[in-house]
């Protein structure tokens, strides 16, 4: 593959061009700034927005450099519907809000601005700017309803409206919208930082064309769109045609209970041009995981962005994929299906999908599966001392780690690839501002993939309950059952899911719960997985997988039992552990001899071995392929079967 950019065939002179196209750049990220600097919400202050300048049609004409990538691919068609729902009520000084899932947005959660751009009387552009409101009102705090069998349930859709008309605020609007979501000042604040963040991009775009005419600045729009273009077939030309084939998986359709919920994705290389389909993908399902079409195509550009790096991100990019994204399906659920939950659903597995596809025509880029993203949210009434009957809203994601790749472990502790720009958020903040106290957060041993390059290490993070009343905690994540997995032979890395202690009894709950009663006192434990493995783990240096031991990235039993490595422990203070060359040869053996018949046990025999404490958890996942029901410790047998089918897919046919 070519590693220089094409010279670009523009009408401008490329000095003029390449100023324009970085003031764009430089235009949306100081609309990031501003909503960082002046907005109410802690999960926007932590990064869960993005920008972009759209131009009079509502193609993205730039998008920021941090912004989150569920975002990516949408924001075209939210501003597209818009415009087209305003057609001939249009005005300077209109700003426009919106957050419907089924017009090419995402989830309700997250709330779009847009502002047109007139010049001369002429409408020449969009600002835009999405961000994640903490609440949007619905039965759950944080608007994260597992009960919702519609989106009735999960809070306010707001369809396209005017909240400022020909410069007028629309005080009536803005109130009834807020006066319907939990601590509605600070939505009214989010509102406005991020309606001043699209002000702050029109006088930017103003500026530029005062300084170079409006003729010139929307020439740059088209050619920085013909130029994302042109690189992208450019690469895409110098790939093989082929079609490659995969599949992920939710763990379970709520209404039907064991058995994996497919994500199917095929991918097509023909010429320049990059076709997507998931048509074999199963019916969209009983809780609210489900994806809408806008959320799946960004799952699309956003996965096959990641393998090319250096391609601008705007609708000229978009021209070189397509996707087949049937209505009904898990990936573009019908109105009112519920979709709250998609982000950690049925987004992240296209995404991790097509990251596998695409390691298969790009190997030297390729990736296993990162760790599904979280969320924990927590509200009710805060009664800390000068706090007492204050509302609160905790709203919480982890970092956890990336697949391991091609000739290099997988990076440890970082943002959900559904937002790569993401901060972990202050614990502090978040214990100034809500009765919540962090207990531990620390990297988990053992939650990386083993592979010959490991996955990255996920983390645990805890917290316990201070003074409250009628408080509520809510879970969305993925991923108990459909573990992360490997590639080229790699091993997944461990189950998500909270484990709940209150009155001295702990009860683990799962990865997908909301509105679940808790007090002061009460605590709470969730880790976040390791990227899958990349390769076999047998194949790994034993002096990596030392060094491994020695961070407490991986216990001296599972770098026996995982890599076949023996360690013996001399001083773990001091941290001073030493190979066994000898048994650690004969272990491979017994290893390498033994793996296949292991994933063809009985598998109520090994759940038995289980319950008698003859085998762990991750024996169970990583040795013998087997899934339970892990809050009641059942065996899940048609899960396991497709566990199996999994690990031998992606593992098994790559061990010598």
């Not at 992920?248 to 097509?268: L, N, P, R, S």
């Not at 809203?393 to 690839?417: E, L, Q």
């Not at 013998?624 to 059942?634: A, F, N, P, R, S």
Request: with cysteine; aromatic share 8%.
């Amino acid at each position: 593959m070519s590693q220089q950019e094409p010279q670009a065939d523009i009408d401008l002179d490329p000095v003029t061009f390449e100023v324009l196209r970085s003031s764009f750049t430089n235009l949306v990220d100081r609309m990031a700034e501003q909503i960082q600097r002046t907005c109410y919400s802690f999960v926007i202050y932590n990064r869960d927005f993005s920008n972009c300048l759209n131009d009079a049609e509502g193609n993205t004409v730039m998008q920021g450099s941090q912004d989150i990538a569920v975002h990516v691919g949408t924001l075209h068609y939210t501003c597209q519907e818009t415009l087209e729902y305003f057609e001939g009520d249009i005005e300077p000084g209109d700003v426009y809000i919106v957050n419907d899932p089924y017009l090419g947005g995402t989830h309700i959660n997250d709330v779009r601005i847009m502002r047109p751009v007139f010049h001369e009387g002429e409408l020449i552009a969009v600002t835009q700017s999405n961000g994640h409101w903490a609440d949007v009102g619905g039965p759950a705090p944080g608007s994260f309803n597992i009960a919702a069998n519609d989106h009735f349930a999960e809070g306010l859709r707001i369809p396209p409206l005017k909240i400022w008309d020909a410069g007028e605020f629309r005080d009536d609007v803005a109130n009834f919208m807020t006066t319907n979501m939990r601590l509605s000042e600070d939505r009214m604040g989010d509102l406005r930082a991020q309606a001043e963040a699209t002000r702050i991009a029109e006088e930017r775009l103003l500026e530029l064309v005062d300084k170079y005419g409006v003729e010139t600045v929307l020439t740059a729009f088209d050619e920085s769109k013909d130029y994302a273009e042109r690189i992208m077939r450019e690469q895409i030309r110098d790939l093989p045609d082929g079609t490659w084939h995969t599949r992920d998986y939710i763990d379970a359709d709520a209404d039907q209970g064991d058995g994996y919920v497919t994500v199917d994705v095929e991918m097509t290389i023909s010429d320049d041009e990059v076709h997507y389909d998931l048509s074999g993908s199963d019916q969209h399902i009983g809780n609210f995981l489900n994806a809408t079409f806008g959320t799946s195509f960004s799952g699309v550009v956003a996965g096959t962005k990641m393998f090319f790096p250096e391609v601008p991100l705007n609708s000229g990019m978009y021209r070189v994929i397509s996707a087949e994204l049937p209505e009904g399906t898990v990936v573009n659920a019908p109105e009112p299906a519920p979709v709250t939950g998609s982000v950690a659903g049925a987004y992240e597995k296209v995404m991790n999908a097509i990251f596998e596809l695409w390691s298969e025509v790009l190997p030297e880029r390729a990736m296993a599966c990162a760790f599904n993203l979280e969320y924990l949210l927590a509200g009710g009434t805060d009664e800390r001392p000068g706090h007492e009957g204050s509302e609160f809203a905790w709203y919480d994601w982890m970092a956890g780690g990336w697949g391991g790749r091609n000739g290099k472990d997988g990076a440890n502790a970082t943002a959900p690839v559904f937002g790569a720009g993401l901060a972990v958020q202050s614990l502090e903040g978040q214990e100034r501002d809500t009765p919540l106290l962090t207990s531990q957060h620390s990297i988990v041993t053992d939650s990386a993939g083993p592979g010959e390059y490991r996955g990255g290490c996920g983390l645990r993070k805890g917290g316990r309950m201070l003074e409250c009343d009628n408080s509520v905690i809510s879970y969305c994540s993925d991923r108990a059952r459909s573990v992360t997995w490997g590639i080229n032979g790699g091993l997944p890395g461990i189950p998500h899911g909270v484990t709940l202690t209150r009155d001295g009894e702990t009860e683990e709950m799962g990865t997908v719960f909301s509105s679940e009663p808790i007090e002061e006192g009460d605590e709470f434990v969730r880790p976040s997985s390791g990227g899958g493995g990349f390769g076999d783990p047998l194949d790994r240096d034993p002096e990596a997988v030392l060094e491994d031991v020695k961070d407490d990235y991986v216990s001296v039993e599972r770098a026996a039992k995982d890599y076949g490595v023996v360690i013996e422990e001399i001083d773990a203070d001091r941290c001073e552990y030493e190979i066994d060359n000898d048994t650690t040869a004969e272990k491979r053996r017994y290893i390498r001899a033994n793996r296949d018949a292991w994933l063809r046990e009985d598998p109520q025999d090994v759940v038995s071995q289980y319950h008698d404490g003859e085998v762990d958890r991750l024996d169970l996942i990583r040795r013998y392929g087997v899934i339970l029901d892990w809050t009641t410790g059942g065996l899940l047998e048609q899960t396991t079967a497709e566990f199996r089918e999994m690990l031998r897919d992606r593992a098994t046919s790559e061990w010598s």
